[in-house]
C-alpha cells in the first residue's frame, strides 16, 4: 500500500505543473541587477543581484557568495537555451523610471522606446507560442534615473524539464564526443 502512494506521489509531482515567479530591478545607477525567485509566488528560491565584470556578469546570492559566469561560454553553448523550452509564460510586466536632469528630450524618447520594445517583446512572444501581453508603464522623471522593474511568471512541469534537460545533456555528451573524434581520430 505505501508503494503505490510513494508512486502516486511521484506521477502527481512529474505532472501538476509548478508556477515561479521572477522579479528584476535593473538599476542603471549602481549597474546592478536585483532579482529574487519565488514558487507560487510565496516560496523564496533565491535573491540577490547580478554585476558586471570585465569577462561577464557575477552573480552574487550573498554578502560572501557569487557565481562568475563568462559572456563567451554563453556563446558557444547553444544548448542551455533548450532548457527554455520547458517553460510556458503567463504574465510578465514592466515598469520603467527614466529621467536625464539635463537632456528633457532625450528621457521622453528613452520612454517611449521603452513602450515599442512592449511591443516587440508581446509579437516576439506571440510567435513562440505564449498568449500573453507584456504590461508595462514608464514615468518620466525630473532627475536622473533609469530603473526598470520586470516580472514574469511562468509554469512548468517537472517532467517536462526532466525531459528537456536530459536532451540538452545528450546533445552535450554527442557534441563533446564529436570534438574530440575530430581531435584525436
Not at 510513494?6 to 502527481?12: G, L
Not at 561560454?73 to 514592466?94: E, H, I, P, V
Not at 517536462?160 to 540538452?168: F, I, N, P
Request: proline share 3%; glycine share 10%; aromatic share 12%.
Amino acid at each position: 500500500m505505501m508503494v503505490q502512494w510513494a508512486i502516486f506521489a511521484a506521477v502527481c509531482f512529474l505532472l501538476l505543473p509548478i508556477t515561479a515567479q521572477a522579479d528584476l530591478v535593473l538599476d542603471a545607477r549602481e549597474k546592478k541587477c536585483y532579482f529574487l525567485l519565488r514558487l507560487y509566488g510565496k516560496l523564496r528560491l533565491a535573491g540577490g543581484y547580478a554585476a558586471p565584470y570585465a569577462e561577464g556578469v557575477a552573480l552574487h546570492l550573498s554578502g560572501r557568495r557569487a557565481f562568475l559566469f563568462p559572456l563567451r561560454d554563453f556563446a558557444q553553448n547553444t544548448s542551455r537555451m533548450q532548457l527554455l523550452r520547458g517553460f510556458r509564460l503567463l504574465s510578465c510586466s514592466y515598469y520603467a523610471e527614466v529621467g536625464f536632469r539635463e537632456a528633457a528630450g532625450a528621457a521622453v524618447l528613452a520612454a517611449a522606446a521603452l513602450q515599442i520594445a512592449g511591443g516587440i517583446a508581446a509579437g516576439i512572444l506571440r510567435a513562440g507560442g505564449h498568449r500573453v501581453r507584456p504590461r508595462g508603464t514608464s514615468l518620466y522623471l525630473g532627475k536622473d534615473r533609469l530603473l526598470l522593474d520586470f516580472r514574469a511568471v511562468i509554469f512548468f512541469t517537472p517532467l517536462v524539464l526532466a525531459a528537456s534537460l536530459g536532451k540538452a545533456l545528450i546533445q552535450n555528451f554527442q557534441e563533446g564526443k564529436n570534438d574530440h573524434e575530430r581531435r584525436f581520430g
